[in-house]
């Protein structure tokens, strides 16, 4: 396996901030790591998806980067639809692995 | 727009197997990759494993002795069944879509089914 740790696992903003949520890997992973919006009782949405490609019809004040064991999502402007939990997954190798969540709350 | 629907048994008694369907809509199975995860307090989001073109099939080795995932074409269905629950694999239980074959090594999800949470308990 390979463990991906996302940090902070809360955050406290406020509507118009801008967020960085970080995801480290134990070891190389490429640029192969999505990242995911999930709200309560909602499956996970893909946001990102091979470190910095924005998935279609997501909103481009999200953005991603990184590469090999360290990789962030940013979100410029964060509205109030923003307030959600964020993963990130890796698909270097088997098996996928999803960070632990990264709690987004209303300071 | 593709679309997927779990269904199965809410409730399932320790040490029984948990079997579940996932009905796939505006898409044929016979293309892309289809996975089972799941989500539980505990551990969070696990993936499963996948089934690919009707015969490829990778699982994740924490689940490898007690899962099979299959598909029915007939029926655009795949499904999972994973023997000898415990307490452990109460979790809700997604299926989703990854794009394999619209770009390479696309093993991230793009579509996913709205969840269905299993409890096992007796």
């Known amino acids: 396996d390979i463990p991906l740790t996302q940090s902070p696992s809360t955050l406290s903003a406020s509507v118009g901030d801008r967020v960085t949520i970080t995801c480290r890997a134990s070891?190389?992973?490429?640029?192969?790591l999505a990242w995911y919006q999930q709200k309560p009782g909602k499956a996970p949405k893909l946001l990102i998806y091979?470190?910095?490609n924005l998935e279609s019809g997501v909103s481009s004040r999200f953005s991603g980067s990184g590469s090999e064991t360290e990789f962030t999502l940013t979100i410029n402007s964060l509205q109030p639809d923003d307030f959600a939990t964020y993963y990130c997954?890796?698909?270097?190798?088997?098996?996928?692995?999803f960070g632990q969540g990264t709690k987004v709350e209303i300071k | 727009q593709v679309q997927l629907q779990e269904s199965g048994p809410g409730l399932v008694k320790p040490s029984e197997t948990l079997t579940l369907t996932c009905t796939v809509s505006?898409?044929?199975?016979?293309?892309?990759?289809w996975n089972w995860i799941r989500q539980s307090p505990g551990k969070g989001l696990e993936w499963i494993g996948y089934?690919?073109?009707?015969?490829?099939?990778n699982y994740n080795f924490d689940f490898r002795s007690r899962v099979t995932i299959s598909a029915d074409t007939s029926r655009n269905q795949f499904s999972l069944k994973l023997t000898s629950v415990t307490a452990a694999d109460t979790a809700i239980y997604y299926c989703?879509?990854?794009?394999?074959?619209?770009?390479?090594?696309?093993?991230?999800?793009?579509?996913w089914g709205r969840g269905t949470l299993v409890t096992v308990s007796s």
């Open positions: 089934i690919y073109h009707r015969e490829t099939i």
């Open positions: 505006g898409g044929s199975i016979t293309r892309y990759v």
């Open positions: 091979k470190a910095s």
């Open positions: 070891q190389s992973i490429s640029n192969w």
């Open positions: 997954q890796h698909y270097n190798s088997y098996p996928w692995t």
């Open positions: 989703a879509r990854s794009p394999r074959d619209q770009q390479e090594w696309a093993y991230f999800f793009d579509f």
